[in-house]
C-alpha cells in the first residue's frame, strides 16, 4: 500500500483569561450531580448526529461527548457516524465547585453520509484509502510554526514570530507522523522517540529535555486508542479534537484545533496555548 504523506504548518495562540465572568451561579451553594443532568435528541439531519440541552444554567459548562470532541455552553451536538454507545458527560461549575453527570448514547447505525465530506477526505483519503492519510510538519517551509495573539488581530497567522525552515531541527516536531483514518476515526501519532513542548508544560513530562532549539522535547509514546473527531460550527471554523493521549506538532495542554485551511496536500492549524 503507498504510504501517503502530506504537510501541515500551524500558529500557536496565546490567550488571556479575564476574570470578568457572569455571576449567574456564583454565589449558589456547589452543584450537584442532578444540576447537572441534560436531555438530548436526535438531529432532523440524522439519527446519528445528537443535540444536548442542560437542565440548568451555569457560568461554565463543558462536554465530554464520549467521540473524542468536547464543547462549552448549556447546549452542544454530537457527531457520531459509527454505530455504538457513547458515554456523555457534562461537567458544571460555580463558586464554590463542580459536578458531574453522565450517561450513554446509543446509536443503533452507521451513518456512512457522515463520514464523506470534503474535511474528512482531506483529512483521511476518504474510502479510497484505507489505511488514512499521514501528515508531517513542513519543516522546509518559513513560517510552518509560530505564534500570534488571540484573538487575531491582522490575520490567522503566525504574526508576533514565524519559525525559519528547519529552525527546530532536532526538536523531535519534525519527525513526529500523524495518521487519520476515515474507519473509526482512527488517529495514529507516531512520534519516533521524543516529541517537542512549550516549556509550561514540563511537569507532565519528567524526563523532558533542552534540544537547544528553544522550549523542551520529551520521550514519549503515544496510545494506540486514539481517535480523532470534527466539528463544524456554523459561520466559523471547523474544530478538529484528538482524543486524550493525542496532539499534533507540538505540545502546548491542548488537543482541539482550529482548521484555518484544509486541501489535498496542505493543512494550517491554529491552536490556543494551554498555559500562557
Not at 508576533?160 to 526538536?171: H, I
Not at 485551511?261 to 491554529?270: C, G, H, T
Amino acid at each position: 500500500m503507498k504510504n501517503f504523506k502530506k504537510y501541515l504548518m500551524f500558529l500557536l495562540s496565546f490567550v488571556f483569561l479575564a476574570a470578568c465572568v457572569d455571576d449567574n451561579n456564583l454565589d449558589d451553594a456547589p452543584p450537584t450531580s442532578e444540576d447537572a443532568r441534560f436531555s438530548f435528541a436526535s438531529s432532523s439531519e440524522s439519527d446519528n448526529i445528537i443535540n444536548f440541552t442542560a437542565d440548568n444554567e451555569f457560568f461554565l459548562m463543558q462536554w465530554d461527548l464520549g467521540n473524542g470532541s468536547t464543547a462549552e455552553g448549556r447546549t452542544a451536538q454530537g457527531i457520531y457516524p459509527n454505530a455504538g454507545t457513547y458515554t456523555v458527560t457534562l461537567t458544571i461549575f460555580n463558586n464554590n465547585g463542580s459536578a458531574s453527570f453522565s450517561t450513554d448514547v446509543v446509536i443503533d447505525q452507521d451513518d456512512p453520509s457522515l463520514m464523506d465530506s470534503p474535511i474528512f477526505n482531506f483529512l483521511t483519503g476518504g474510502a479510497a484509502q484505507p489505511n488514512g492519510k499521514t501528515w508531517v510538519v513542513d519543516a522546509n517551509r518559513d513560517g510552518h510554526f509560530g505564534v500570534g495573539p488571540n484573538p487575531s488581530q491582522a490575520g490567522d497567522f503566525p504574526e508576533w514570530y514565524a519559525a525559519k525552515a528547519l529552525e527546530k531541527e532536532g526538536s523531535g516536531m519534525y519527525t513526529d507522523e500523524y495518521t487519520f483514518q476515515l474507519d473509526n476515526t482512527r488517529f495514529i501519532m507516531e512520534t519516533n522517540g521524543f516529541i517537542y513542548l512549550n516549556e509550561a508544560q514540563a511537569s507532565e513530562f519528567p524526563e523532558a529535555f533542552d534540544p537547544g532549539v528553544g522550549d523542551l522535547s520529551a520521550p514519549y509514546t503515544a496510545p494506540d486508542n486514539l481517535t480523532w473527531s470534527v466539528q463544524e460550527p456554523e459561520g466559523e471554523f471547523p474544530v478538529l479534537t484528538i482524543s486524550a493521549g493525542g496532539f499534533i506538532g507540538y505540545f502546548a495542554g491542548t488537543r482541539t484545533y482550529q482548521i484555518i485551511n484544509l486541501e489535498e496536500d496542505e493543512m494550517f492549524l491554529r491552536f490556543v496555548d494551554g498555559a500562557n
